[in-house]
């Protein structure tokens, strides 16, 4: 049999063609980083704009009416420009309040925006999925060794080495791209020669945005235009940006290549994992080569800010009222009806699920953004064990924070080496990869259908019992948490995080301690997401999915991670305010980020600190 | 003769072709108070760190009471009797004074992996005593986030004598304190130093210093060791005035 080499190429131009657009959308990403060392996570919006953007412009106004070459291509170009514009604006209204703010903060009012941008193009645009006109002239196909390949997806290939070089004359022919790549190595040096800051981020974020915009405009002859552009790429993107190397935009476009034929090549080789592959790549790199493959020196920064003393005790009037709200609960709960004992029931998990997260984020120090593969993992476990073995509901949740636990072992074993964004990303990567497992190895896991009735035991089966089995469990979780934290290893655990150099001048080995904790916290996660599955009666891999990491990581951050406090007033809040939003608007993802940019730009210690005494 | 606690053989560490260290090689005896000084450049935090096991030498050995520990990571030195103070401070900021000293014990007597017991009482009267002994016993309850300098000195202090350690290591215990406080700090060290019988190796700038409490100077230049001895000794010795204490004699 003839080796198909016709079909190596065409795959070989597909995967250029989607590394170029990659390329676009993590230059700006990279590009921003180096120098405001902000994680941008709503630079997939900004790509998403960018593209319904060019669609209005393409469709209605003077361009359309214009048509043709110059109708289409200043279409394009002035949605990049608009996003560009966004990105300004967006820096000078809110990021520029978050410079001085822990790293997680910009992260959260960055995720604020996610959530704004989606509800806005939600207004704007609606919810179907629109599609672009193609381009001009590049309409057809072309033989390339006699197989036909469109004409646009060339010019697509073009598009990456060509913003690769305009991007590097302006950074090493213009005074703007000096000062930037000044400002990427050594940010306070700048500020000292007298470099105005403020008008060197704006330009950066409006680049940044701008190539984003630009990214997404230039899809639109290519795929539809939907509200589910923003994730898809972000999460690509970041990959890309890690395994490049933050800051680093040669590593960016030899990241995107790798992904990108990764991507072409790897659907020939290995159907079955390609979701898999592309973060595996991604641990292989950051596990091998923290700092990404073209990146200078690991990212040492923390992610937690220099944390203050453990705050006093909570003032007595409020545990009072809290032991009694406590009380309350339970004494109201046989009174009340199905649904507000189901919510009531998610929220004790969703506190257990934050709470675990609180363990390796606050006394641990670092953060992870993939928690949500060890609530998935207990969910998982359990579902499982009932499917093929016919486990009842005891035995589930027995097993479920183990099988997390042997989780949380495995990943943390590679995670807890690595420190700041780069530990975050590693986090991210793994739950990827746990989330891929579960939505592609269908005979096991049923894939995206799920696996459904997972059903409590009979006497567990009422909405109050359960409710009450959900609280009790939930409760016992965050007191072990508690004692956890206020017992030597505890004390140990915050002394790694406060100076890793004493802390093994002492004797305490820093990796071992972050390691536990990490392998307790997925066990405390596992059990909450094994909660979750017998309530609802079905798991899912959205279980494990990047918007259930989010959400922990919210829940802890709006909080405040200093106590353990923190992340159980935070899950409710959050919980609490986005099922009332969800009730009351349709647009509870806009009222949800706003609310969320308040809380970071006006409580940067969290909701459990602002009601605490200053003092300790 | 007595083994001594500290032996040096033939350290040498390269940093990009330089020699930092350069096949040195000494020993300190118990309870002995030994200063390394010498200019700036000459050495003394790669030796410094190599002792400490912070850095891998390239060549030589470190023995501590006899045994071979090269290479051995700082915390498995603890473990072996060695404490530690940094040049720049390091304490846990977000804990107690109490907390600090009583990590330190814990870690000491292998309790650090208890996951239930509340730490609130453990070893407080053994923390109060360390801290007690360094001056800090009125501010037990204190973050050290919070504190003075030379407060932190004495918490650290305190915490490498924790272990109870036959040997202290002190890169710069005075850096960035007062002149007077400098004398007291390193006053209250040797009066413990030499009640405990706990050899102490330092690493100092002020001269003062140096020469009110060492019991013996070793000087580094240039990765060499080119004079050791007695103070006075060492400070009439030709070689070093050139090299380090300038030609003003």
Redesign the interface.
């Known amino acids: 049999m003839a080796f198909d080499w016709q079909g190596l190429v065409v795959q070989g131009l597909n995967g250029l063609a989607s590394a170029s657009s990659l390329f676009l959308v993590a230059s700006g990403l990279t590009v921003i980083f180096g120098v405001s060392r902000i994680v941008n996570f709503a630079h997939g919006s900004l790509y998403m704009l960018g593209a319904y953007l060019a669609w209005t412009l393409t469709a209605h106004g003077p361009f359309a009416e214009l048509g043709g070459f110059w109708g289409f291509w200043g279409a394009i170009l002035s949605a990049a420009l608009t996003v560009a514009a966004l990105g300004a604006l967006v820096e000078m209204l809110v990021l520029r309040r978050l410079y001085q703010a822990p790293e997680l903060f910009q992260l959260l009012a960055t995720f604020a925006l996610v959530l704004i941008v989606q509800d806005v193009a939600l207004l704007l645009w609606g919810p179907d999925d629109k599609f672009g006109p193609r381009a001009p002239l590049l309409r057809g196909a072309t033989e390339i060794f006699g197989a036909r390949f469109p004409l646009y997806e060339l010019f697509l290939i073009a598009v990456g080495p060509v913003v690769l070089g305009l991007l590097w004359l302006l950074l090493h022919r213009s005074r703007f791209g000096i000062l930037l790549r000044a400002a990427t190595h050594d940010r306070e040096m700048v500020a000292a020669l007298g470099v105005d800051q403020k008008r060197l981020f704006t330009g950066v974020f409006a680049l940044g945005a701008g190539l984003a915009g630009l990214g997404g405009a230039l899809q639109i002859p290519r795929e539809a235009v939907t509200l589910h552009m923003d994730m898809a790429v972000i999460v690509e993107a970041f990959v890309v940006v890690v395994i490049g190397g933050l800051g680093s935009l040669g590593g960016a476009a030899l990241a995107a290549l790798i992904i990108g034929e990764l991507h072409a090549f790897g659907i020939l080789v290995f159907p079955r994992i390609t979701l898999v592959l592309v973060f595996l790549v991604m641990a292989v790199v950051l596990v091998l080569r923290p700092q990404g493959l073209l990146g200078r020196g690991a990212a040492t920064a923390p992610v937690a800010a ?5 705050p006093g005790p909570m003032p007595g009037p409020l545990r009072w009222a809290a032991i009694a709200a406590a009380v309350a609960l339970v004494g109201v709960a046989p009174f009340l009806g199905d649904y507000p004992l189901i919510l009531l029931a998610d929220f004790s998990v969703l506190v257990l699920f934050a709470a675990s997260l609180h363990l390796i984020m606050g006394p641990g120090g670092m953060a992870s953004f993939g928690h949500a593969a060890y609530f998935g993992a207990g969910a998982y476990a359990a579902a499982l064990l009932f499917k093929h073995l016919a486990a009842p509901m005891e035995v589930g949740l027995i097993a479920a924070p183990f099988a997390a636990g042997l989780v949380g072992l495995l990943f943390g074993w590679f995670c807890v080496r690595l420190s700041g964004v780069y530990a975050a990303m590693l986090t991210l990567a793994f739950a990827q990869i746990a989330w891929s497992i579960s939505f592609q190895w269908v005979e096991v896991t049923g894939g995206d259908n799920g696996i459904l009735g997972v059903w409590p035991s009979g006497w567990a089966r009422g909405r109050l019992v359960f409710f009450y089995l959900s609280l009790a469990l939930s409760a016992a979780g965050v007191l072990l948490l508690r ?2 934290i ?7 655990l ?2 790694q ?3 890793p ?9 820093g990796f071992l ?1 972050r390691w ?1 904790a990490f392998a307790v916290s997925a066990a405390l996660a596992g059990l909450a997401g094994a909660l979750f599955a017998y309530g609802k009666g079905s798991v899912f891999p959205s279980f494990l999915g990047i918007p259930r990491s989010v959400d922990a990581l919210l829940m802890v951050l709006l909080g405040g991670v200093q106590t353990l406090t923190g992340p159980i007033v935070g899950a409710i809040a959050y919980a609490g305010l986005q099922e009332q939003l969800a009730r009351l608007t349709d647009c509870w993802r806009l009222v949800l980020g706003v609310v969320i940019l308040a809380l970071v730009l006006f409580f940067p210690r969290g909701l459990a600190g602002a009601f605490r005494r200053r003092d ?1 | 003769m007595t083994t001594p606690v500290l032996q040096a053989e033939g350290l040498t560490k390269t940093w990009g072709g330089v020699r930092a260290v350069d096949g040195v090689s000494f020993a300190l005896a118990p309870g002995e108070m030994l200063a390394l000084i010498g200019p700036n450049g000459a050495g003394k935090s790669t030796l410094f760190n190599l002792l ?1 096991g912070q850095v891998r030498a390239d060549a030589g050995r470190v023995r501590l009471a006899g045994d071979d520990v090269t290479g051995l ?4 030195l ?2 072996r009797g060695v404490g ?1 103070t ?1 040049q720049i401070t ?7 004074v109490a ?2 000293v ?3 014990l ?3 007597h292998r ?10 009482d ?1 070893f407080a009267e053994e923390a109060k005593e360390l801290l007690d002994r360094v001056g800090m016993a009125a501010q037990l309850q204190k ?1 050290c ?2 504190l003075a300098y030379g407060d932190l000195k004495r918490v ?1 202090l305190a ?2 004598l ?2 109870r350690p036959r040997l202290l290591l002190m890169d710069e215990p005075t850096a960035g304190m007062a002149p007077e406080a400098r004398q007291a700090l390193m006053a209250q060290t040797a009066a413990i130093a030499q009640a405990e019988k706990i050899a102490v190796l330092f690493t100092e700038h002020d001269m003062d210093v140096v020469f009110g409490h060492a019991a013996r100077v070793m000087v580094l230049d240039r990765g060499r060791l080119i004079a050791e001895g007695a103070p006075e000794a060492v400070r009439a010795d030709p070689r070093v005035r050139e090299s380090y204490l300038g030609k003003q004699g």
């Open positions: 220099p944390a203050p003393p453990l004692r956890i206020r017992a030597p290893f505890g004390l140990a915050r002394a995080r406060d100076s150099l004493r802390a093994e001048a002492i004797g305490l080995d301690l536990i300790a | 400490n990571p700082p915390r498995k603890w473990r530690r940094f390091a304490t846990f900021a977000s804990l107690s907390e600090n009583r990590l330190a814990l870690s000491h309790r650090v992996f208890s996951f239930l017991r509340p730490s609130g453990l973050a986030g919070v650290e915490m490498a924790a272990n």
